[in-house]
């Protein structure tokens, strides 16, 4: 019974551990991206800000023509920095996974290694029984 404890206990401690360097992982990206898509808001949104300051100042009709030009770059340059921010949180998402799946399969192999070396030994506790009969 207490062999039975400890393997018990072992297992839970490499969960424990397992569990906690997945959540560090998937912590630190979310972090990240949380950053990184503040960071892209801040900007664009201080581009607009501006831009909306320059049509607030305009007067006459030929300032309002001269900010169209501009406001279609702040449109392009904030879909260009979505596009670019999407892409970016996805490869960083990707890496996570990758690495949390990393993890995964070692910690499988690790199990199913241990589980075959117990099944051989028993298999050979019960071939040394039965031939001892």
Known sequence: MYQFNEQFAAA??????TAAQINRIALENAQALFGLQVSAIEERANATFAFFGEAAQARDLDALKTLLPKGVQI???NV???VAVGQEVYGRTLKANEAIGQITKSQLET???KTQAT???AADKVVKA????
């Open 12 to 17: 839970s401690r490499q969960f424990a551990d």
């Open 75 to 77: 449109a392009r340059e």
């Open 80 to 82: 260009e920095r979505t």
């Open 111 to 113: 199990v199913v290694a």
């Open 119 to 121: 099944v051989e030994e």
């Open 130 to 133: 039965t031939k001892a009969k």
